[in-house]
């Protein structure tokens, strides 16, 4: 395959993160990598941003044309936009800025990223989902299947949290202790039980895994979590992180540029950073909704 290379001049669109740390982020090499493939005249940086408002402002100021959000800015960034998508209302945090002709709109990709990769193995609408965790990833995975259709049932460690986001969507809430006779079709890990270094941890006992049809993980270092192996050894379908972090980054990419995102790239260039990574043995945060 012959590497294209983005072509910067007077006409080039900046883009970028907004986040901290960002030194890791796998969305700079993934966006460009997709301008240059489809011949957008754009470059994409990661900016290591401690004022949020200031970079908004910046955005404003250089008339970049987009941006990523990321941790832990996602929630504040909202109070300097010009407008907020009805679900990055709904879950109550933004990943991605669009800026169209100075009016700056936030949306939130990674639910949307979420969907798409469900919503390519099994239909969502009526369908049992199970959510295990109720931090920002399961939020924005929640509203978005609850929006699909699904049946949302929610499982964290810690009750009050898991309930109140049950609440909120309108979910069922099960203690991670009372998981028995659980009957669900998806089964969503959004914690960061089975990440490196602790590959060896399932976020519950092995024999639930067992009666799932859909198995998806948004841990993706290891790409093949613990729980995505055993799930494939009795059959189950998977989905892996990266999955989703491609998925939200190409609708990031088709806002800015209102083009189809070229997806199957997208993603090996991201498995390719992360297998380079891993060779360097650089520790990458590894939970594809939080490392934009
Ligand atoms: P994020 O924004 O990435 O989703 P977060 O807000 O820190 O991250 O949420 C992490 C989720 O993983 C929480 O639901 C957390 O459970 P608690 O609410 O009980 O803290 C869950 N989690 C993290 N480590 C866990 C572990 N070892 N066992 C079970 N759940 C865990």
């Known amino acids: 395959m012959i590497n294209k290379s983005i072509q910067i001049d007077s006409s080039t669109q900046l883009y970028g993160v907004f986040g901290n740390p960002v030194a890791h982020s796998l969305s700079p090499v993934m966006h460009n990598r997709a301008f240059a493939e489809t011949g957008v005249n754009g470059a994409y940086l990661a900016f290591e941003v401690t004022d949020i408002q200031a970079a908004v402002a910046g955005l404003r100021a250089l008339g970049m044309r987009g941006a990523s959000v990321t941790i832990p800015h996602k929630v504040r960034v909202m109070d300097y936009l010009d407008s907020v998508d009805e679900t990055a209302a709904r879950i109550g945090a933004v990943n991605t800025i669009v800026n169209d002709n100075g009016f700056l709109k936030g949306y939130n990709s990674d639910g949307l990223g979420a ?38 049932t929610v499982v964290n460690r810690t009750e009050e949290r898991g309930k109140r986001l049950a609440r909120e969507l309108g979910a069922d809430f099960r ?43 948004i841990v993706y270092n ?18 892996d992180g990266v999955a989703m972090f491609v998925y939200q980054g190409g609708f990031q990419f088709e806002l800015w540029t209102g083009r189809p995102a070229p997806l199957a790239l997208m993603r090996r260039t991201v498995v390719d950073a992360l297998t380079a990574a891993a060779v360097r043995n650089h520790a990458t945060r590894g939970k594809s909704h939080a490392d934009h």
Do not use: H, Y
Not at 191 to 199: D, F, Q, R, Y
């Open 115 to 152: 969907v798409r990769a469900l919503g390519e193995k099994t239909p969502l609408n009526g369908a049992d989902v199970t959510i295990l965790g109720a931090g920002g990833a399961a939020r924005a995975i929640g509203f978005a299947v609850t929006a699909e259709g699904a049946r949302v």
């Open 222 to 239: 290891p790409l093949k979590t613990k729980l995505l192996q055993r799930a494939e050894a009795i059959g189950c379908s998977t989905i």
């Open 175 to 217: 203690p991670l202790t009372g998981l028995q006779g659980l009957e669900c079709e998806v089964l969503i890990n959004t914690t960061s039980v089975g990440m490196a270094p602790m590959i060896d941890a399932l976020p519950f006992d092995e024999e639930l895994i067992e009666r799932r049809a859909l198995v998806m993980d």
